[in-house]
């Protein structure tokens, strides 16, 4: 039995992603509705969740798979990106782009930020559009111009240089702010002379440690055994290996306790 379906201008060609699907092409739906919102560019589809997708593939089967007048624009081939403006793999949650694709580079295009991979993806950024951009990472080796540090600088990105180790090697913030008090001064004088020297860093990082493992909840014995590998501990590595041991010796304790699920679940669930 049909239905009348009304077609979305933000709907994709449905014929051509039943043909992908049904085809033997080996692409599930959930693969086929990612292509789709890479081919767009976030442009005509934002707002277009995987499950109005499916709901929305539902009702056109529901009603006889009609053929449908094609998008506004069209997004080309299920099967490759278009060529015109291929999405970048940039994935921004919350503001913040976290890249570590070795060999990226930020450059200005047409007046455009343009984040580009070695693969020849490409992903643009326009001044004074509504993008979700606050933070860029980049955690890899990258080219980055001065027109780009400028561009960010102007549109009050932060821009973030990192190992993937997670230590920063530079920042280039919208809004440089700090304590220009005597005291303010002299306690990051402290902060940059604890940094350059390495026992000094180890005493700090071995208290800070300390203190997290006193309020642990630990057994004493496990207490006992991680203070003893931490005093041993000669540099901030040496610190942090103390804290894993602490924080094994901590879901330890909850080995083999009873989980209760609301419905049903597997046996191997029920068990920490």
């Known amino acids: ?44 589809v934002r707002g277009y969740s995987r ?56 450059q200005i295009r047409s007046g455009a930020l343009a984040l580009r991979f070695k693969d020849g993806g490409e992903r643009l950024f326009r001044p004074g559009e509504k993008h979700p951009l606050q933070t860029i990472i980049v955690a890899a080796s990258a080219s980055i111009t001065s027109d780009a540090i400028a561009w960010l600088a102007r549109e009050r990105i932060a821009l973030l240089l990192s190992t993937h180790s997670g230590e920063f090697l530079s920042m280039f913030a919208m809004d440089p702010v700090c304590d220009a008090s005597v005291r303010g001064l002299d306690n990051r004088l402290k ?3 604890a940094v350059l020297d390495k026992r000094k860093s180890a005493a700090i990082a071995k208290a800070i440690v300390a203190r997290k493992i006193a309020t642990s909840g630990l057994r004493d014995s496990d207490v006992k055994a991680v203070l003893a590998k931490l005093a041993s501990a000669k540099t901030t ?20 306790l009873e989980l209760r699920f609301k419905g049903g679940a597997p046996d191997h669930w029920r068990a920490f």
């Open 1 to 44: 039995m049909s239905r009348d379906f009304a077609f979305d201008a933000r709907d994709p060609a449905w014929p051509e992603i039943e043909a992908a699907y049904s085809g033997g092409a080996g692409k599930s739906l959930t693969k086929l509705f990612l292509l789709y919102r890479m081919k767009a560019d976030a442009g005509p």
């Open 237 to 256: 590595e040496g610190a942090r290996l103390a804290e894993a041991q602490a924080a094994s010796y901590f879901y330890e304790q909850f080995r083999g």
């Open 51 to 106: 499950a109005h997708f499916m709901r929305r593939r539902l009702a056109w089967i529901a009603a006889g798979k009609p053929d449908l007048p094609p998008p506004r624009e069209p997004l080309g081939s299920l099967s490759r990106p278009s060529p015109r403006a291929p999405l970048a793999p940039v994935q921004i949650t919350g503001g913040l782009a976290y890249i570590d694709h070795p060999g990226v580079a930020l």
């Open 191 to 193: 902060q940059f002379s």
